[in-house]
């Protein structure tokens, strides 16, 4: 099932194989490609990374419920800061994965990082939690979503059925899954589509909003900063929910192999992608804000829907569909993107060879997409997902923290490795400083919940030694594993 590390090379898009020890070859390598080779393709061109960033960035939250910031901020003037300042922090991480996505052009986004900066061990540990737990209920959550809010003009006068809602949710998650499986070009061109969609929902929030404020509708904005004081607990815990919020700018390092000139567009789709994000976000709050007061934000359901409802009449029906398509972009970005994380890991030797396999005449990395199917589907019909992200939320700020660290540490190890876009060292600095700070903060605030994620991650060191370092495994172990 798993065997030794065995590393690509990477050049012009084709794969040699080599032996190492679980450790990245040099990214400058000037070793020919062999030709006839299985390889993905450059087809993830300016607008469709745009697309892969946007789109997943812009899930179900924004439209359903940001009341978490203004709840741990307690004013309105202090939730649009935070919703601010995380933008310009977010787009800090995602300037530091765009130097180390024009240095090292591997996909595979967090693993590959971890591995080129600290060797094996995390970046094994990183996928190993990734594969078995975070990406199916992440997945499984967004589908859930997705499912309610398709099905929500439907039954406006009664509730959901919580069977109709994982069913029809279980055809959302299998679509994606074969749409990814069977085509690239499709999977993106749906993405552009998807992603044309989220931004539409959030103009129809955002000029009526404007419209608004043109009529003086501001009386929610009078001492905007006066209310509940914000805590010292409360004000870290808002940052932690506004960049939940606006993770899912890491994406597009995930596919960097198949990214037309990467030096040039990956920088740019990551900057454009966060600059139309965060004037989305603040100004979508702000429209909230012109016909919905504080308190009603807090008790509402779904902030969306409630505006839509004041402002729109009949057309509010539009609104629960528009976030169902937002979902099912969430969903197709997340799949397309992290199963070449799974790819990329296969090839390297820490997950089963059969994952680092191309569909020969699609050109798709089909085994890495549905190996997260079945997985899903048992998150999906069993187990509290929540509870679980919850427990696992540390985990991702803990390792996107560990692979800004790596830039600082690699800017030192190897000063002479090729740049095209380089970051200012504060930059970094200052950004695995707050996702380090979060996640002592998570330790601190929520032991428990916390522990029990600290201690699903430490799994992945004995996994990692069992499957990947024990050479004189018995027989017997072997045939469990299918050797």
């Known amino acids: 099932m798993f065997r030794k590390a065995a590393v690509t090379t990477v050049s012009n898009g084709n794969y040699l194989q080599g032996q190492t020890n679980g450790r990245l070859p040099s990214m400058d390598s000037g070793q020919p490609a062999q030709e006839g080779k299985v390889v993905l393709k450059k087809k993830v061109t300016l607008l469709r990374g745009i697309s892969i960033i946007i789109g997943t960035i812009i899930g179900a ?10 709840k741990n901020t307690g004013s309105v003037g202090m939730s649009l800061t935070v919703w601010t300042v995380c933008g310009i922090l977010s787009l800090f991480g995602a300037l530091c994965y765009a130097e180390l996505g024009t240095c090292i052009k591997k996909s595979g986004g967090h693993y590959t990082y971890i591995l080129e900066a600290f060797g094996p061990l995390p970046a094994f540990v990183r996928v190993w939690v990734e594969l078995l737990i975070i990406r199916p209920a992440a997945t499984a959550v967004i589908s859930l979503a997705f499912g309610r809010y398709i099905l929500e003009p439907f039954f406006m006068q009664c509730e959901i059925p919580e069977l109709a809602i994982k069913l029809i949710t279980a055809v959302g998650i299998t679509l994606v899954m074969v749409l990814n499986s069977t085509s690239v070009s499709w999977s993106a061109r749906i993405q552009i589509f998807l992603t044309f969609c989220k931004l539409v929902a959030i103009l129809i929030i955002i000029v009526p909003g404007v ?57 740019l789709a990551i900057c454009i992608s966060m600059i139309i994000v965060t004037v989305g976000y603040v100004l979508t709050n702000v429209a909230y804000f012109t016909t919905i007061s504080a308190g009603e934000l807090l008790l509402s359901k779904a902030v969306a829907v409630t505006f839509a409802e004041r402002l729109m009449g009949d057309f509010s029906l539009a609104v629960p569909v528009f976030v169902a398509l937002s979902c099912f972009g969430s969903m197709n970005g997340g799949i397309f993107a992290v199963s070449r994380m799974f790819f990329v890991a296969s090839r390297e030797g820490h997950l089963p060879e059969i994952l680092s396999m191309i569909h020969v005449r699609k050109h798709t990395p089909l085994p890495a997409v549905i190996v997260l199917h079945p997985l899903t589907m048992i998150m999906l019909f069993n187990g509290d997902l929540y509870s679980l992200l919850n427990f696992l939320s540390f985990a991702r700020w803990l390792f996107i923290g560990l692979v800004v660290a790596g830039l600082i540490y690699l800017r030192y190890k190897r000063p002479d490795m090729p740049r095209p876009f380089k970051v200012p060292l504060f930059i970094p600095a200052l950004f695995s400083f707050t996702c380090l700070f979060m996640v002592a903060l998570s330790l601190y605030s929520d032991p428990v919940n916390t522990g029990i994620g600290f201690a699903i991650t430490l799994t992945g060191v004995p996994a990692y030694y069992l499957f990947i370092v024990w050479d004189k495994k018995p027989k017997w172990f072997r045939k469990l594993l299918g050797k």
């Open 61 to 70: 939250g924004i439209f359903i419920s940001p009341k978490g910031i203004l």
């Open 211 to 267: 419209i608004q404020l043109i009529k003086g509708e501001t009386q929610h904005f009078k001492n905007a900063f006066a209310g509940n004081d914000a805590s010292v607990m409360g004000l870290p815990l808002a940052f932690y929910s506004g960049m939940y919020a606006y993770s899912g700018w890491f994406y597009l390092n995930f596919v960097t192999e198949e990214v037309e000139n990467p030096e040039k567009n990956i920088p």
